[in-house]
């Protein structure tokens, strides 16, 4: 078993409105990943995820596709303290 990792991502494009945070928080939950995410006011989705390494890399390739109806443009990924927690919240 890894050491658990945290990333930190930011996706920008037409992600709002797309159901974007409850797809990522349905993922999470399947892949045993805690952490969250949330809508910021420039129109970005913020996430942190954290757990086993396969699972996280999991999570980012999907923000990078992001769900039917978003389209992503580009993903800021930087590694990132854990905080804690074992669920994933949608913020």
């Known amino acids: 078993m890894s050491d658990p990792v945290a990333k930190r ?11 974007f945070r409850e797809t990522t ?12 995410v949330r809508n910021c006011p420039d129109g970005t989705v913020e996430a942190l995820f ?6 996280v890399d999991a999570m980012v390739a999907f923000a990078r596709e ?10 800021d990924v930087t590694d990132a303290s854990p905080e ?8």
Do not use: C, T
Not at 10 to 19: E, L
Not at 50 to 55: I, K, L, S, T, V
């Open 25 to 36: 928080r349905r993922k999470a939950e399947q892949r045993g990943v805690s952490g969250w």
């Open 9 to 19: 991502v930011v996706v920008h494009g037409s992600v709002q409105g797309v159901f």
């Open 50 to 55: 954290q757990g086993e390494p396969g699972a």
């Open 84 to 91: 804690g927690g074992g669920e994933f919240a949608v913020r």
């Open 66 to 75: 992001g769900p039917r109806g978003a389209s992503v443009e580009r993903v």
